[in-house]
């Protein structure tokens, strides 16, 4: 997981330093550890053949600028090659059409489609102010059907009742009977999982989508997939015609090469990605990142919005108006902060997520000790009174005595958690002067941490 | 090359034919969803001479079968170092040769899981979302009751919509009891359910869990205090601690097995959705790393489809040459 890419090629050029250009000489090497890279990240096999042709091209006379290193220049075109497939058209849904919009789910079992309707009905109501009813055609999988109505109901989206005794296509079309004579803006329609050898069951979507005619077809795709991505994929698209894909799990710690192999084998754009099983987890897609992604890279951005995106908005912004008023951040803020990385996955999911030296750092610690050392922390704050964690001032000789005791460490714990307390405080200050507390509250917190980590 | 992924050549209606006993059409279902791997095998093999090329298409088939490129360069030098020191000659000795290496990777990982010994004996079902916990254990409990034994259900996941309402389904289904609860603590569930199968004499308890992900580190928390729990309400449990894998899945399978086996404690595997495409060759990276018994794989979403992990049959299926697209050229 610490493998990246630019640290691999930094150990292939390190006898490159100083070379201009990148030519066929010096980067055959360098090429072979891209490759690597692909196929570890789930990349299917093809799609990196296809693409490591593209990538040779580009990077050949590419000049190597300033203190770039001859890997990182070609990481440079690597990321941008990837991007650029991922990327390009237009990703927003389709609504030009005579009302209802029907929006078509396909996918294999268990990629998350009846999860997603529900996040999309969410976002299609709340974002899009649009009248969403959803249906199941899913008649196979036990208490589908039910699923699918409690997700529709969490999301407050209106629901059309099916039941296992009926055929696919007419519970579709009396649902769009139903939305056409309600007036509702969208019709999202949920499938059975399917595998693609299954002849009958391609047959059944094929003939609903026939049957239906969907302004959208989105293509449901799990992040961890492996390489048979490539053959799914080419056989979804075969048998319908794909205008979107939607790659869900993103919240887990998948490099995520499917997205690669997905898009490039339907040309179909990436319009959402699914994170977390809250209707609220669907997001934009964003290229660049899912690049960096692929390549082990770390992804600041996506951290600082998943920073974002757990903590506690009211916290935020309580912390955010408590500096802004000169007040000091304190210990109870600080233990807060630890809740909230906490709610965001804990440190080590983190660490995947952090570019280079970052993670090199994380590389020297042992599985785990990240949770340890902040369980630590946690302890030795809980150990203090109220009036003790908002003034830490207080805290002298026989009161970090007491403390240590109660949370059962050496009193030099203590004493360096208040260092590092100390040092994060005036950081703050420097930050909400700066006017970036937007960014200090995901990341204030986790800057600090990284100090208290073994090794960090 | 991509020739031999077409549809008219694979035999996707073996799938459609299974005329034989159980055992024979697991095989055969297996054999179809890993065709397309077989089927390329099959062409790598034949009867070519062993040539760099040849390795190359070889290697390529393992990657593509989600091996990862450690297990595969590993197979592939110890092919090289036979194809030099036994003097091989041809495709079909270098498959062989190839059969003989990854039987011997997989057969430690071939261990059935007998549950006798204790009563009630405990089962635990973790992995990540949607990978096949709940209908694993609708398979299981027929399973069980086809040696007799008597089966209760513990509805854990209290967390996804309708994931109790799934798993009373497969408890009907095989006309079992589902213990469950209103209120949202899975380990609650858990210990309920062992207390009820204790009072009923019940032979096997299985729990069901919410999908997580590693990433999620409260979740995996949760899934800890459900273990410690099953051990609260009977000291010697839980008697399994299955990781459920999804047989698509990439190289975050390993990720996966790590995680939940430090959550856990994992003392064996089932890989499902192998009667799709995808050919679950993580479990050979996984066999390398990080061992833990293959107890069953899953061939489909019927009752019937569970079947126990054979090292042999697995690979006899991987790299069956079969009469389909032998003589297409990679
Ligand atoms: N962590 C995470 N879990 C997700 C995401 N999307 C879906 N899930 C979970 O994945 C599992 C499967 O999701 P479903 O929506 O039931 O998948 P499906 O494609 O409808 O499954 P079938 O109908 O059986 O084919 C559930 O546990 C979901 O909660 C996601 O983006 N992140
Ligand atoms: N083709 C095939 N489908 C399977 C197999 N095992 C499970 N499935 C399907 O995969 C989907 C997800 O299965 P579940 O049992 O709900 O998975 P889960 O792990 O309990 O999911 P969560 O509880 O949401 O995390 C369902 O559509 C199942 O029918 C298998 O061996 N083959
Ligand atoms: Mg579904
Ligand atoms: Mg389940």
């Not at chain 1, 920073?307 to 802004?324: H, M, N, P």
């Amino acid at each position: 997981m610490l493998d990246n890419l630019t640290n691999r090629l930094a150990q292939v050029v390190k006898t490159l330093r100083g070379q201009a250009r990148l030519t066929e000489d010096n980067i055959a090497d360098m090429l072979r550890e891209v490759r690597m890279a692909l196929l570890e990240a789930d990349v299917a096999l093809p799609v990196v053949k296809d693409l490591m042709v593209r990538i040779k091209e580009k990077a050949l006379g590419q000049e190597v600028v300033g203190s770039l290193t001859p890997g990182q220049a070609l990481v440079g075109v690597v990321q941008q090659e990837l991007a650029l497939i991922m990327g390009g058209s237009q990703a927003s849904l389709n609504f030009a059409t005579q009302p209802p919009a029907i929006i078509l789910m396909a996918g294999l079992q268990g990629a998350g489609k009846t999860t997603t309707v529900g996040k999309l009905a969410k976002y299609l109501k709340e974002k899009q102010r649009k009248k969403v009813l959803t249906v199941s055609c899913d008649v196979y999988r036990p208490a589908a059907i039910a699923q699918l109505q409690a997700v529709s109901a969490q999301a407050g989206a209106e629901f059309f009742p099916s039941s296992a005794d009926q055929k696919p296509v007419d519970i579709a079309l009396a649902a769009i009977d139903y939305a056409k004579r309600h007036y509702l803006d969208v019709l999202l329609v949920d499938t059975a999982g399917r595998i693609t050898i299954d002849e009958q069951m391609m047959d059944e979507i094929r003939q609903l989508h026939a049957a239906i005619k969907p302004i959208e077809t989105l293509f449901v795709v799990d992040a961890m997939l492996g390489q048979d991505a490539v053959n799914t994929a080419r056989a979804f698209n075969e048998a319908l015609p794909l205008t979107g894909v939607v790659l869900t799990k993103l919240d887990g710690d998948s490099r995520g090469g499917a997205a690669l192999s997905v898009r490039h084998v339907t040309g179909a754009p990436i319009k959402f990605t699914g994170v977390g099983e809250k209707l609220g987890g669907l997001d934009e897609f964003h290229p660049e990142r899912m690049a960096s992604r692929i390549l082990g890279m770390g992804d600041i951005l996506s951290l600082v919005e998943e920073a974002r995106a757990a903590v506690d908005e009211k916290a935020a912004l309580d912390l955010a108006e408590k500096l802004r008023k000169g007040k000091g951040f304190d210990l109870n803020d600080f233990k807060e902060q630890m809740g909230q990385m906490r709610k965001m996955g804990g440190l080590s999911g983190l660490m995947d997520k952090m570019p280079a030296q970052f993670a090199q750092a994380a590389a020297q610690m042992q599985p785990g000790a990240p949770e340890k050392a902040m369980a630590r922390v946690e302890g030795i704050i809980n150990s203090m009174t109220p009036a003790e964690r908002s003034n830490p001032d207080l805290i002298k000789a026989a009161r970090k005595r007491r403390i240590a005791a109660g949370a059962g460490v050496q009193v030099q714990e203590v004493n360096r958690l208040l260092n590092q307390f100390e040092q994060m405080q005036k950081m703050m200050k420097q930050f909400s002067k700066g006017g970036i507390g937007k960014l200090m509250r995901g990341l204030g917190g986790l800057k600090g941490m990284k100090g208290m980590m073994p090794g960090g | 090359m991509f020739s031999f992924f077409k549809k008219s050549e694979t035999p996707a209606e073996t799938v459609a034919t299974p005329v034989e006993a159980p055992k024979a059409s697991w095989l055969s279902r297996l054999k179809a969803g890993l065709a397309r791997t077989s089927s390329s095998l099959g062409s790598v093999f034949s009867l070519r001479k062993i040539d760099e090329e040849l390795l190359e298409d070889l290697e390529a088939t393992l990657l593509m079968a989600d091996c990862g490129v450690e297990a595969t360069q590993t197979l592939l030098a110890e092919l090289r170092r036979r194809w030099k020191h036994d003097k091989l000659e041809t495709g079909e000795q270098l498959r062989a040769a190839l059969a003989e290496h990854l039987v011997k990777l997989l057969t430690p990982l071939q261990q059935p899981l007998v549950i006798d010994g204790h009563k009630p004996y405990i089962i635990m079902l973790s992995g990540v979302n949607g990978a096949g916990k709940t209908t694993s254990i609708g398979k299981l409990a027929r399973h069980f009751q086809s040696q007799g034994k008597s089966v209760l259900l513990a509805a854990g996941d209290t967390f996804r919509a309708a994931a109790r309402e799934q798993l009373v389904e497969w408890g009907n289904r095989n006309n079992v009891s589902v213990i469950a609860q209103d209120g949202g603590d899975p380990a609650a569930v858990a210990f309920d359910a062992i207390s009820a199968a204790k009072a009923r004499g019940i032979d096997v308890v299985m729990v069901d869990t919410a999908g997580r992900l590693p990433t999620q580190l409260h979740l995996m928390e949760e899934i800890a205090k459900v273990r410690r729990v099953i051990q609260k309400a009977e000291p010697s449990g839980p008697h399994e601690v299955l990781l459920v894998l999804d047989g698509n899945v990439g190289q975050n399978a390993l990720a996966q097995l790590k995680a939940f086996d430090k959550a856990v404690g994992i003392t064996g595997l089932i890989i499902t959705k192998l009667d799709g495409t995808a050919k679950g060759g993580v479990i050979a990276a996984i066999a390398r790393t990080h061992p833990k018994p293959l107890r069953f794989i899953g061939v489909g979403e019927g009752i019937e489809d569970l079947q126990p992990f054979m090292a042999t049959e697995y690979v006899d299926a991987l790299l069956a040459t079969g009469n389909t697209g032998a003589a297409e050229a990679v």
